[in-house]
Every structure is written in C-alpha cells, then in structure tokens.
C-alpha cells in the first residue's frame, strides 16, 4: 500500500543544535516534494520544495535532501532556535498531474532554550 | 495583499445538517484545493479546482462537494454531517495546478459537528 510517514513521536533538542526530520514514502514515485511548517490552530505554510532530480536544497538556515532510491527526505535545521517550534509536515504528488498532494503526519519539534 | 481567506474561522453544527465553507484565494491565484485535517493528523487531500473545473477529488463520500466561482473563490459544502466530519478544514491556493511552486493555505475553518 502507499504510505508516507514521518517521526510519529515529538523531537526535542536544545537550542543551537541542528534538527534532523525525516519523511519516508513507499509505492510513490513522486516528481517532487514539499515541506511545511504548522503552529497549532493555523494553516501550514509552505518552506521548501525539491524536486527528483535535485539532491539537495537550501534555504537560509533550512535544508532539504530527497532521496528517490532510498524514498527518503531529510529535512534539516541548522542552528535551531525556540521560534522553530512546530509541526514540520512533508507533502508529495503522487503521480505527476493527480493534483492530489500526499502529506505525512507531521513531526512536532520542540527547541529547548 | 491578503493570503488566502477563509470563513467562517469557527462552526459548531448538528448531525445531519448542512454546511458551506468559503474560500478566497490570493489575487492571481486560479487553483484552489481543500484539505481535511483531523487533529494530529496531516490533511487529507478533498478537492481541487482549477479555472472552475474540477481537477481531483479525494477519497471522501459524495456528501463533500465543492465549487470555484469565476473570481476563482471556491465553496465546500458538506451535507448530511457526521461527527467523524469534526476537523480543521483548509482551502490552499496556488499559482501552478500542479502546486510545483507550494501552497498558501489559509488558517482554516474549524468546524465542530455535535
């Protein structure tokens, strides 16, 4: 069956450190994939998307890597701080032009001051 | 500019009833989906538009329909509601059908069915 899934149990780290999120999907071979961060009560906002070909992204303090043989996105924070406390959702397509994105769980991080 | 609009922000409705939800996309935008999202899930994918066609559905029963209107807003309605229909619902627009350029979602109404 088709599945995404995300580290189901929250993620603690103390302040300064780098965060490291994982997305995991399986029977999906999705052209891209998108991550989001959610606060409590509010809609996700859109970060960072990475396409298949890419193997890498940046974003200020932000990096994504996607791993279409290992069906695996790492999504990494750099220097964290309290502020990025939050859920951190992954979304993909599932088939390019099925206009039905696919999103996990989401991981709920907590930076610790 | 505003982002995307939702109301209302908060709904409490009765089993069996009838609701519409509404959506404002950002200016410019002409694609917009709906998401359900039951808490501490991720959400669920219910709808797209696009030009005011239809371009996915969900997995959700025929009680869930949706319109977009040639200004490109869009109407979710739910008839004949469930408790299981309690969740954030949240209409995301986009520039690009496929979203290759990401969503801008509004904050959703919550809507609680008693």
């Known amino acids: 069956s088709q599945k995404i899934e995300q580290n189901s149990e929250a993620l603690n780290i103390q302040e300064g450190k780098t965060a490291t999120l994982t997305c995991n999907y399986t029977?999906?071979?999705?052209?891209?994939l998108q991550w989001y961060r959610q606060d409590p009560g509010r809609g996700p906002v859109f970060l960072l998307l990475?396409?298949?070909?890419?193997k890498e992204k940046r974003k200020e303090r932000l990096k994504v890597t996607f791993d279409t043989t290992l069906k695996q996105s790492l999504f990494h924070i750099t220097a964290s701080q309290p502020a990025d406390s939050a859920t951190y959702l992954c979304?993909?397509?599932?088939?390019?032009?099925?206009?039905?994105?696919?999103f996990g769980t989401g991981t709920r991080l907590k930076v610790l001051a | 500019d505003a982002g995307v609009t939702q109301s209302p922000t908060h709904l409490i409705k009765t089993r069996g009833q009838h609701v519409t939800l509404r959506c404002s996309p950002i200016?410019?935008?002409?694609?917009v989906s709906w998401y359900q999202q039951v808490l501490g899930q991720g959400p669920q994918f219910i709808f797209q538009?696009?030009?005011?066609?239809?371009?996915g559905r969900g997995n959700f029963p025929d009680r869930f329909s949706a319109r977009q209107f040639p200004n490109y807003s869009s109407e979710l309605n739910v008839n004949a509601l469930l408790l299981g229909d309690s969740a954030l619902y949240l209409c995301?627009?986009?520039?690009?059908?496929?979203?290759?350029?990401?969503?801008?979602f509004g904050s959703g109404t919550r809507l609680t069915v008693v």
């Open positions: 995301a627009s986009s520039s690009d059908p496929s979203q290759s350029y990401g969503y801008t």
């Open positions: 029977n999906y071979s999705p052209a891209y």
């Open positions: 990475i396409r298949e070909n890419e």
């Open positions: 979304a993909l397509d599932p088939t390019s032009g099925t206009y039905k994105y696919i």
């Open positions: 200016s410019g935008h002409k694609s």
């Open positions: 538009y696009y030009e005011k066609e239809e371009r």
